[in-house]
């Protein structure tokens, strides 16, 4: 395995992020099994300004959605934005910089999270490490325009109209992220447009361009229809960002910004049976069978699937009073941060051997971490649904009746019907962590020790 300090082209670059995203992923269920354990076992264990279930709860969620993520944003970003538009990258060694200055921002804010606690603001973020993320993430969107404008057909593959759309839905999700809060609706608002921004169409855009090309290069198939992936493309693009103020119904939000949530994420209806067609169409075009990581970028459709519908009938007018406010909220985002998990996963190992010339040897490992990954999104998605679905009916039930169940004997009710899902909760997160130090021994083991094959001479010009 050769890795150079210095890469000089964009293969050379993607063998570093291939390594980078197993440790990130390992760090981001490590993180997450703390925040469980602290949540259930606050008494047992000891207590500081450290471990706590509400500082370990930020430090997970800016490793799963903004570490692993940026991660993944760079190894789509160097291997198949490039490889879509079939031309060299314009100004490489800036876009090598801007790259690892993404995933290092994201790194520096995990990092100094531990030394300034008290001046984090509403998404955990320092503001001068946002500050940081923003002037970066504007260079990464500038040199992506830069590559888009050397383009010089008429149309692009679909993946790197996806990984540019979540370029700039990310550069804007920090923005919003910066605002000054001055009363609790900008809180709320902050909220809801940063997780539709980031979350429903970042990291489903990341996900939409790996799918893209694991659907037809790998499997020798041919893209059903380019209308079908503009039709989810554009439809998600003006659609998600307007659907999470829907989960603060009741809220103080302006009732005309919830029924607008309501009804566009009806719509989204559109834009996914449109992706959904065009993958089934595409994959029966294949020319070569599905392999066994093949089989696990099947299932990420399916999370994918399930998760947008569960937000779709989450609109319903008898559901949303029972989801509004509640861990259905965490349904959504942890299905789509699953999907591209999954997705993920599969596509790493479909670029070792094109990348480091090592064929990977499906063994009992490799399908162990295949299906350890399969059930823990499963049974995080399920568990959370119904923790959302419990407290929100029994908070309506204890209103309707005159009781609040925040506290007393209410509360203890809840607790009741939750309780045992929130402990099950860190037996989902300790095999988590599990399945991705399986996955990265997997991965060292392959790269390491893998029988050598054909490395993949990436034709492009700068045409």
Known sequence: MKLKLIPKNEQELSKLFVLIFPLTLLLSSLLTFLKDSYFTFANLLPNNQVFNYGFLDRLSTKASFGLVFSTLVCLTFTYLFSKSLGRIAVLFPLMFLTLLGLVGTEF??????FFYQDNLNITG??????????LVAFGLFGLASLNLLAKKETTIFSSAQFIYGAVVFYFISLLVAR??????????LVNALHTSTHVYVGISFIYLSIIHFLM?????ATLFSKPLAS?????LLFLLPWTSYKYYFGSILPNWLENVSIYLSLSVIIPLLAFTVNYVKTTQTREVEFNKSGSLMNFSVILFLITNVLHIISSFENLLPLVGLTNFQNVISYGFYGSLVLA?????????PKLFGRSVKYSLLEDLVFTGFKFTYLFL???NFLIGINSGYSWNAAANAGSPAIYGEGFNIVWSLVGINY???ILISLLFLGVSTLFLVSIIRTVSSGEITTVEEMVLNNE
């Open 108 to 113: 520096l804010d995990i990092v100094l999270s």
């Open 125 to 134: 973020s320092l503001s001068g490490v946002m500050l940081l993320k923003i």
């Open 179 to 188: 605002n000054e809060l001055v009363v609790f609706t900008d809180s709320l």
């Open 216 to 220: 037809t290069k790998p499997i020798d």
């Open 231 to 235: 039709i989810t493309f554009w439809g």
């Open 344 to 352: 993920s996963v599969s596509f790493t190992y479909y670029l070792i």
């Open 381 to 383: 998605l399920i568990n």
């Open 423 to 425: 402990s099950t909760n």
